[in-house]
């Protein structure tokens, strides 16, 4: 199929959607162009890693369905509005030599992750190009990036590297309908897209899904009356409470991992108050790495204006904060598979009680990122710091 071809059938599948998501480029509103056929990822494989050998380049299609031509060499990466992706190029390509700039939200995960252990030559990418949530062109530009990785809902940002003559190759947050693991999988075939390595693309992305269908096949014989009311405190701060409802990723979790999502009828990242948190009186509560507040701020009742004293998952000590290892653990990242088991371990832990999340994440680190984790690196894994927030 030539890319001609490509581009008109990706002009009559494309569709919009719009979603709240301070997790992948500041705290606006994004609307993504999403492409969720099966053929049009055919399409996509069969126009991928076009290398014409007199020109020195390679041409693949995006999430978006442009046709981006790439140099051959890939040499200096910018990523900019998709806030994950740094961990996950890191996984793929087992170094962060040739990323020269990372928004400054990626760079306070990575500072309070284990990401710079592994790749301490993160912390030499740039952030000033990010201004006040903004990419500053001209900053970019003296970055020489030979690419740019951004968030596919940007279409200005898009627009901007496009007049600029950068090459921008687009990864969509939403064409899997908010299902994480295959986000992730989406992520990861883009990358062995644009670097010419499928048979790494598919052994991680196997390993996603081989640990989703292990998770599905205990939490799918739940009987809905014996699931608990799960509530995602998404961005908690400044008395401003976020949550994660139905068309996005808190859903996924929930859903997958064996809970009720109390937030199901709102959509997005919807604002809510604490007499609709009385309402919903979740069994569990998860606390992301968007928000600096821990578990402790719940327990002891310290956040200004909000009395959590009588919430259930409160009184029973159920108050968890996402692990922070990689990347911050609630958008798809390179530990993606590790978040599916590590919350089924918390919201039904009678069903998953001979799965030791400990060796599970020493296993996966020392096969993925060869590296060997202590006990105490655990530990900082487990309780992350509350600047990790970026707040």
């Keep these: 199929m030539t890319i001609r071809k490509i581009q008109k059938f990706f002009a009559g599948v494309l569709t919009v959607s719009v979603l709240t998501a301070s997790v992948f480029g500041g705290s606006a509103l994004a609307s993504e162009t999403e492409t969720t056929s099966e053929t049009a990822a055919e399409a996509v494989s069969e126009a991928e890693s076009e290398t014409t050998e007199s020109t020195g380049t390679r041409t693949i299609v995006d999430h978006t369905g442009a046709e981006v031509v790439l140099p051959e060499k890939i040499e200096r990466v910018v990523i900019s509005s998709i806030l994950p992706l740094p961990s996950v190029y890191c996984l793929f ?38 201004e006040n949530g903004e990419v500053n062109i001209e900053q970019l530009l003296a970055l020489k990036p030979d690419v740019v990785f951004y968030n596919a809902s940007n279409t200005e940002e898009r627009e901007m590297y496009d007049n600029a003559g950068i090459p921008a ?31 790494t693309a598919n052994e991680i992305i196997a390993e996603g899904r ?19 009311k799960v509530l995602i405190l998404f961005n908690y701060a400044d008395g401003i409470i976020k949550t994660s ?16 999502n ?63 290892g990689m990347y911050r653990w609630f958008p798809p990242a390179s530990d993606t598979p590790l978040v599916l088991k590590w919350l089924a371990s918390k919201i039904r832990p009678d069903l998953f009680k001979d799965m030791d999340m400990d060796q599970e994440i020493k296993d996966y680190y020392e096969k993925y ?23």
Excluded at 176 to 198: F, H, K, M, N, P
Excluded at 286 to 309: A, C, E, K, R
Excluded at 369 to 391: C, F, M, N, W
Aim: charged content about 20%; overall charge negative.
């Design 210 to 228: 081989n640990v989703a269908d292990e998770i599905k096949s205990v939490t799918s014989t739940i009987a809905d009356e014996d699931k608990p």
């Design 262 to 324: 109390v937030a199901a009828d709102l959509s997005g990242t919807p604002e809510i108050n604490m007499e609709q948190v009385y309402e919903w009186d979740p069994d569990i509560i998860f606390i992301t790495n968007f928000s600096p507040y821990q578990p402790d701020d719940l327990y002891n009742n310290t956040i200004d204006g909000d009395d959590w004293s009588n919430v259930t998952a409160v009184k029973n000590q159920q108050v968890y904060k996402f692990p922070l």
């Design 245 to 260: 409802g139905s068309n996005f990723f808190g859903q996924y979790w929930i859903e997958t991992a064996g809970g009720i």
């Design 369 to 391: 990122y060869h590296v060997t984790l202590t006990d105490e690196d655990l530990q900082k894994i487990y309780t992350p710091a509350s600047a990790a927030a970026g707040v």
């Design 169 to 199: 190759v687009g990864f969509s947050v939403s064409m899997s309908d908010y299902d994480c693991v295959e986000t992730y999988a989406d992520w990861i075939q883009l990358l062995g897209d644009i670097y010419g390595e499928q048979d």
């Design 93 to 130: 390509r087992g170094s962060a030599d040739d990323i020269v700039g990372i928004h400054p939200s990626s760079m306070a995960a990575a500072e309070n992750s284990y990401l710079l252990n592994v790749f301490p030559e993160i912390a030499n990418a740039d952030t000033s190009f990010v």
